[in-house]
């Protein structure tokens, strides 16, 4: 980050970070307990050191600069860093921890498990308060950059650096509407690719492990198209005929829209469901705490009801 005068202190690192978040004076100020003309002076020194204006008005809300958003990952990395440099002992106080998390998980984890983790956090540490993300389409180094804190799922990151713990093996299991035809009689490898499916990828894949399995029998299926999540592809299956996929982690979701699951017959890979996070948190007590609600959350949730079929 670029700084056009000596003697920045790490305030205003700090102050940074939270307008940077937040895009307004009165909530960074809220945050930081601080009066609304307190931050505006702090904001004035902050654009005087980075020789930017930071935020700017864009009709009755305020939006970062181009700079500003250049520097925020950097920002919030320096930020975390230095928090951890100087919490002794590794002890945290969580009745008085004021933190904002951000987590990167897809949709389906946090509908099943989200609202057992903002129990359990407003229980422990009512100052914290937990922002997800959804997975983007693209690879980006979230965990590296700051732009996250924790990322929870199939973790399938390519950053040599980054803390991985595998928590559990989660299996794929078939979901259609109650009624589909495919629940009634035995089911082959030979009925299930004749059916027609839908998948569910963050990328807009429209092939996988299945057909990978189903070609080794030398058969193969027919995909209508993709949707972008496993929540937004349990309303096309209930409204139709297509066979679905989903994660047994995930399954409490087409039970809660009574949709039926299934054993797939095929013998397809497990997949690796678990948590990353960059080692710049390794020593953070606050960031080890939410490790453990998660490694919990995801250990409980391992022990799924077997589908039908």
């Given at each position: 980050?670029?700084?056009?005068?000596?003697?920045?202190?790490?305030?205003?690192?700090?102050?940074?970070?939270?307008?940077?978040?937040?895009?307004?004076?009165?909530?960074?100020?809220?945050?930081?307990?601080?009066?609304?003309?307190?931050?505006?002076?702090?904001?004035?020194?902050?654009?005087?050191?980075?020789?930017?204006?930071?935020?700017?008005?864009?009709?009755?809300?305020?939006?970062?600069?181009?700079?500003?958003?250049?520097?925020?990952?950097?920002?919030?990395?320096?930020?975390?860093?230095?928090?951890?440099?100087?919490?002794?002992?590794?002890?945290?106080?969580?009745?008085?921890?004021?933190?904002?998390?951000?987590?990167?998980?897809?949709?389906?984890?946090?509908?099943?498990?989200?609202?057992?983790?903002?129990?359990?956090?407003?229980?422990?540490?009512?100052?914290?308060?937990?922002?997800?993300?959804?997975?983007?389409?693209?690879?980006?180094?979230?965990?590296?950059?700051?732009?996250?804190?924790?990322?929870?799922?199939?973790?399938?990151?390519?950053?040599?650096?980054?803390?991985?713990?595998?928590?559990?093996?989660?299996?794929?299991?078939?979901?259609?509407?109650?009624?589909?035809?495919?629940?009634?009689?035995?089911?082959?490898?030979?009925?299930?690719?004749?059916?027609?499916?839908?998948?569910?990828?963050?990328?807009?894949?429209?092939?996988?492990?299945?057909?990978?399995?189903?070609?080794?029998?030398?058969?193969?299926?027919?995909?209508?198209?993709?949707?972008?999540?496993?929540?937004?592809?349990?309303?096309?299956?209930?409204?139709?005929?297509?066979?679905?996929?989903?994660?047994?982690?995930?399954a409490p979701l087409a039970a809660a829209l009574g949709l039926e699951t299934f054993r797939i017959p095929l013998d397809l890979p497990?997949?690796?469901?678990?948590?990353?996070?960059?080692?710049?948190?390794?020593?953070?007590?606050?960031?080890?705490?939410?490790?453990?609600?998660?490694?919990?959350?995801?250990?409980?949730?391992?022990?799924?009801?077997?589908?039908?079929?």
């Open positions: 980050m670029r700084v056009t005068q000596s003697g920045m202190d790490l305030n205003l690192l700090v102050a940074l970070d939270v307008l940077l978040e937040e895009s307004s004076v009165s909530r960074a100020a809220a945050r930081l307990h601080l009066s609304e003309p307190a931050m505006s002076r702090t904001l004035g020194r902050i654009r005087k050191a980075l020789g930017d204006p930071v935020l700017v008005r864009a009709g009755r809300t305020m939006v970062p600069t181009p700079h500003a958003l250049a520097v925020q990952c950097e920002v919030r990395a320096v930020v975390e860093r230095a928090r951890a440099l100087f919490l002794t002992g590794g002890q945290v106080d969580l009745s008085t921890l004021t933190r904002t998390f951000t987590v990167l998980a897809n949709e389906a984890f946090t509908a099943v498990s989200g609202a057992t983790l903002f129990t359990r956090i407003a229980r422990e540490a009512p100052g914290v308060r937990l922002r997800f993300l959804s997975e983007s389409h693209v690879d980006v180094p979230a965990l590296r950059e700051g732009m996250a804190d924790l990322e929870l799922g199939v973790v399938d990151t390519r950053s040599p650096e980054v803390r991985v713990e595998h928590l559990s093996e989660e299996l794929m299991v078939g979901v259609v509407r109650p009624g589909h035809p495919l629940l009634r009689g035995r089911l082959t490898a030979r009925r299930f690719a004749d059916a027609e499916h839908l998948i569910a990828s963050r990328r807009g894949r429209l092939e996988g492990p299945v057909d990978t399995a189903l070609a080794e029998r030398g058969l193969t299926r027919r995909v209508v198209g993709s949707v972008g999540t496993f929540p937004a592809s349990l309303f096309v299956l209930r409204e139709s005929d297509l066979v679905g996929l989903l994660t047994t982690q995930a497990t997949l690796p469901f678990g948590m990353a996070w960059h080692p710049r948190h390794d020593a953070d007590p606050a960031h080890a705490w939410l490790r453990g609600c998660a490694r919990e959350l995801l250990a409980a949730s391992a022990r799924p009801a077997q589908p039908a079929g």
